[in-house]
């Protein structure tokens, strides 16, 4: 069987020819706006992260963990980051090498898999910014270690996080049609769905898992909101089914 990283990377490479949303990078405006210091960037999808979780950025060292398709690399980047990318998707380091050569700045892209120890020497990073991603992970704990390992100290991590409630329903979000936790890899029946559907080998993760994990790889939380999907059912009864959390390396 093939590895599901390999699965997923081939599905969001293909997500992104089709027009997925977080395949697109930011246009040349976009990217003006931002060097004009008139910016924001996502970790989930709709609540833009406060500034202030951030902080001032010029000459930060910044890895965008799975955060490829040119959307927030190319907004840090503009504000004076030092950036890496690590990213398993061709297509979405693609994204970010077209807009670094448009706007003429410099970054590093890995075409990396970060469920696999990262390509980093340990605290050579200000900042971890970590996008709703680790949904394409099976377990995720090891990932906040290396997080914490590669992060200085007082190094911030900037994670988006799924909490599961979207893996309960059917497509339309109507009728609740499974419980958790959503495993394909424990589930023949399930993986063969997610391969018909084009979805992806996709996991849920507990707030033990995600919070905990953290917690435990040695992060202080400083800060958490919510967030919905943006639309469908669930967005419309404002039912939260992201979180974003930023945790401090002590």
């Not at 093939?2 to 976009?30: D, F």
């Not at 833009?48 to 840090?76: D, R, T, Y």
């Not at 849920?204 to 202080?220: M, Y």
Request: charged content about 25%.
């Amino acid at each position: 069987m093939e590895r599901y990283q390999e699965v997923n990377a081939k599905a969001i490479s293909r997500w992104c020819e089709e027009g997925w949303e977080w395949g697109q990078p930011i246009s040349h405006e976009t990217w003006l706006r931002a060097k004009n210091g008139d910016w924001d960037v996502l970790l989930t999808p709709t609540r833009p992260v406060p500034h202030a979780w951030l902080g001032e950025l010029a000459g930060k060292e910044l890895l965008g963990l799975a955060s490829g398709g040119g959307q927030q690399i190319p907004i840090f980047a503009a504000l004076g980051a030092r950036c890496t990318l690590l990213d398993y998707s061709p297509a979405q380091c693609e994204s970010d090498r077209m807009v670094a050569a448009r706007e003429g700045y410099s970054v590093r892209i890995i075409e990396g898999d970060m469920t696999r120890p990262l390509p980093f020497e340990s605290a050579s990073f200000d900042i971890v910014f970590h996008p709703v991603s680790n949904c394409y992970v099976e377990e995720v704990r090891p990932i906040f270690q290396e997080c914490f390992r590669v992060l200085k100290k007082g190094g911030v991590l900037l994670c988006g996080l799924d909490n599961g409630i979207n893996y309960l329903f059917d497509d339309d979000e109507t009728v609740v049609r499974r419980g958790l936790p959503y495993n394909p890899l424990k589930d023949p029946a399930l993986y063969e769905a997610s391969l018909k559907n084009d979805d992806g080998i996709q996991f849920s993760h507990t707030l033990e898992e995600q919070i905990g994990g953290q917690l435990e790889a040695g992060f202080a939380l400083t800060h958490v909101y919510e967030d919905t999907n943006g639309m469908g059912p669930l967005h419309e009864l404002n039912i939260p089914t992201f979180w974003a959390t930023r945790a401090v390396k002590p």
